[in-house]
C-alpha cells in the first residue's frame, strides 16, 4: 500500500471520530434541547411573519396609491406568469387593499387567476388585510388618514372605520 492511501485513511478516520465526538458532546449538553426547541420556535415565526410580509403605499396622496395599485397588479401578473402563486397573491392582496373598487377586482381576479391560484389568493386576502389594519391603525395612532385628531367628542363617524371592514366583506361576498 502506498504512504499517501494510508495517511489519507488515517486522516479521514481522525475526522470522522472528532465528529462523532462532537456531535455527542453536542447533544449531552443540557441545554441543548432547550436551545434547539427556541431555534425551531424562532424559525416558525419568521416564517409566520414572512408570509404576511407585503408591500405597503409609501404616500397617502391618491397619485402615490393609484401608482402602487398598478405597480402591484402588474407585479402580481408577472410573478403569476413566472408560476409563483405565493408572490402573485401578495401583491394581488396589496392592490385589492388600496383599490376604491374592490369587488370588482375580485372579480376581474376570479376570471384570469387560475382555480389554484385564486383559491390560495382569497385564502390569504383575510390574513393580509387583517396585518394591513394592524399596520395602518399603529400608523395612524387608530385614526384613518384624514381624520381630525382629538375629533369632536362623540362616537367615531365612518371616517374612524378601519377600511379593511369593507373589504373583508368584499372579500367574503366574492366566496361565495
Not at 126 to 155: E, F, I, L
Amino acid at each position: 500500500m502506498s504512504k499517501t492511501l494510508i495517511a489519507g485513511s488515517v486522516a479521514a478516520a481522525t475526522f470522522l471520530s472528532y465528529c462523532v465526538y462532537f456531535d455527542y458532546k453536542r447533544r449531552s449538553d443540557p441545554m441543548y434541547k432547550v436551545k434547539l426547541r427556541e431555534k425551531r420556535r424562532a424559525e416558525r415565526q419568521q416564517a409566520k411573519d414572512s408570509e404576511l410580509d407585503f408591500p405597503m403605499p409609501t404616500g397617502i396622496d391618491q397619485m402615490s396609491i393609484q401608482k402602487f395599485f398598478m405597480e402591484q397588479v402588474q407585479l402580481g401578473e408577472e410573478k403569476l406568469g413566472m408560476g409563483d402563486n405565493l408572490g402573485a397573491c401578495k401583491h394581488f392582496a396589496a392592490a385589492v387593499m388600496n383599490c376604491g373598487q374592490g369587488y370588482q377586482l375580485l372579480q376581474i381576479l376570479q376570471s384570469t387567476m387560475p382555480p389554484e391560484a385564486y383559491k390560495m389568493f382569497m385564502e390569504y386576502l383575510p390574513k393580509a388585510q387583517a396585518k394591513y389594519s394592524r399596520v395602518m391603525m399603529g400608523k395612524n395612532g387608530g385614526m384613518r388618514p384624514g381624520a381630525a385628531p382629538g375629533g369632536g367628542g362623540g362616537p367615531p363617524g365612518p371616517a374612524a372605520q378601519p377600511k379593511v371592514s369593507n373589504d373583508r366583506v368584499i372579500a367574503e361576498e366574492a366566496v361565495d
